[in-house]
């Protein structure tokens, strides 16, 4: 049931937030900008997001200049997507 419902949620055109845990990693930033890319091509609209930004090791992750440090005011996500975190969020 829950895979139908987060298959369901991708399907959407969002827009969506994609962030993950404090002072990312590879891992983390890969992830996140891989479903922002892969939602964007199918048409969805996507905004990632991490309050500690992109370290300078990773700057040279394609899009990661697009990573905000904090969700703008106006922005209403019909979802939201944490990455790479060991602790269930509902």
């Given amino acids: 049931e829950s895979l139908r419902k987060?298959?369901?949620?991708?399907?959407g055109e969002g827009p969506f937030l994609i962030t993950s845990h404090l002072r990312p990693?590879?891992?983390a930033l890969g992830g996140m900008l891989a479903l922002s890319h892969?939602?964007?091509?199918r048409g969805a609209r996507a905004l990632?997001?991490?309050a500690d930004g992109v370290p300078e090791p990773y700057g040279f992750l394609p899009?990661?200049?697009?990573?905000?440090?904090?969700v703008p005011s106006h922005y209403v996500a019909?979802?939201?997507f944490v990455l790479d975190t060991p602790d269930e969020i509902q």
Avoid: P
């Avoid at 892969?38 to 091509?41: N, R, V």
């Fill in 6 to 11: 987060a298959a369901e949620v991708l399907r």
């Fill in 25 to 27: 990693d590879g891992d």
């Fill in 38 to 41: 892969w939602l964007e091509e």
């Fill in 48 to 50: 990632c997001v991490n």
């Fill in 63 to 70: 899009r990661s200049s697009e990573v905000c440090r904090s």
């Fill in 78 to 80: 019909q979802a939201a």
